[in-house]
């Protein structure tokens, strides 16, 4: 007998209704708990205090508009099966189920494989465990099913999945340029010659979306307070994983330490799919934080020093420049660290760094945005547009190192 359906509150859309069966069972399984252990925006709350929302609100909230996107289709005669809907269903449920620890934070420090992969690892270990009952929603997640507007639905430039997290983000950080007509947007879809697209008249709450979403990269994600926190915490691990490497001990649970021990890649995944999967499933924020609350204390000093700055949030100052910083302006600060004496001059590296960041609101290089127009044309959104939308790679370089009052 099937499970009767469930009813969720969600702060950003209110009641939620969970259908009972394969997709509550799924809800309920470890590896979908767990990411309500995940905070989807990783550090953000150094900034923005309310954002400890997590990927398991994320999901749900996906999944919801993934439903009402079904609802709207279906009236406007889209062919979508109920085996079909309820794939679309668990494909955008399970898409963020493989992201590690603060979310992309970490994806290239503890392993280097990427959260996408890892979620297609973990459905099909699912699809194991439950008889074969995922294939058609791996079918749609891989774009491999011939009804593309699906897979569109779950991955695009449009998808639901970037309306959930702008959507949510905004709700939570209460940055309110972040806000999207999500509604609107959605009553507005339609399916063309088996794609995606969205009817003409909905055509500026789409250009919302991609002003809101450039808008939150820039004053959210990538806020350079944000980005500080982030780096440190990946220069931490990085000190951690030299530090046990080189046959030091260090406090962390036992999940956390196999990943420090080991650097696991893409390969390393499909061979020992089961025992590492099982391993990561264990990983959450939570061993992070523990990890950082024990490492304050470690012999190391520097090890010490950074997971202190962490956790009383003594943040490192972050440049961020349009142009790549001087070599020589780099060696200036190095020297102006080194000049403390706190640390040897080989740990320099662990605290003054840089990189650079990259984001673009809209791409026109593949699937864009389609718009159908009211005489039956089908246009790009780059060629329908009252004005020019922004779809050029913005790149903004930074270099972070410690303040002066915050180091010794």
């Known amino acids: 007998m099937q499970r009767s359906r469930k009813i969720l509150n969600d702060p950003v859309y209110g009641f939620l209704n969970i259908p009972g069966g394969l997709i509550f069972d799924l809800i309920e399984h470890p590896y979908f708990q767990r990411l309500r252990r995940i905070k989807q925006t990783s550090l953000t709350h150094y900034v923005y205090p309310g954002a400890l929302h997590t990927r398991f609100h994320h999901a749900l909230g996906a999944f919801h508009l993934t439903r009402q996107a079904i609802e709207v289709l279906r009236s406007k005669d889209t062919d979508i099966s109920e085996a079909e809907a309820e794939a679309l269903s668990i494909a955008i449920l399970l898409h963020d189920i493989g992201h590690g620890p603060f979310s992309h934070t970490l994806e290239h420090t503890l392993i280097q494989v990427h959260h996408e992969e890892l979620s297609v690892l973990f459905m099909q270990k699912l699809n194991d465990e439950m008889g074969g009952r995922l294939s058609l929603a791996i079918q749609i997640f891989l774009d491999e099913y011939p009804k593309k507007f699906l897979h569109q639905l779950v991955s695009g430039q449009l998808d639901m999945d970037r309306m959930d997290y702008l959507n949510r983000d905004s709700f939570f950080t209460g940055v309110h340029e972040g806000v999207i007509g999500y509604d609107r947007i959605i009553k507005m879809l ?219």
């Open 190 to 408: 339609a399916v063309q010659d088996g794609e995606l697209v969205v009817e003409e008249k909905g055509i500026y709450s789409v250009e919302k979306f991609l002003i809101a979403r450039r808008l939150m990269y820039w004053q959210v994600y990538l806020h350079k307070t944000v980005l500080a926190a982030e780096q440190m915490l990946v220069q931490t691990l990085r000190r951690a994983r030299d530090l046990v490497q080189q046959g030091q001990d260090l406090r962390a649970s036992d999940s956390l330490l196999f990943f420090l021990y080991r650097t696991c890649t893409a390969a390393d995944f499909i061979v020992e799919r089961d025992l590492l999967l099982e391993r990561f499933a264990e990983l959450d924020d939570y061993d992070i934080m523990s990890a950082l609350k024990s490492w304050m204390h470690a012999s190391d000093p520097l090890l010490a020093y950074l997971s202190r700055c962490l956790i009383h949030r003594r943040l490192f100052r972050l440049e961020l420049r349009n142009e790549p910083f001087e070599p020589e302006y780099i060696r200036y600060v190095c020297e102006q660290v080194e000049a403390t004496g706190t640390f040897a001059p080989e740990m320099t590296d662990y605290l003054v760094f840089h990189g650079r960041e990259t984001n673009s609101a809209y791409s026109t290089s593949k699937d864009e945005i389609k718009i159908l127009h009211k005489d039956g044309r089908v246009l790009p959104m780059s060629a329908t547009a009252d004005y020019g939308i922004q779809s050029k790679i913005v790149t903004k370089y930074y270099l972070c190192y410690p303040k002066a009052g915050i180091i010794g």
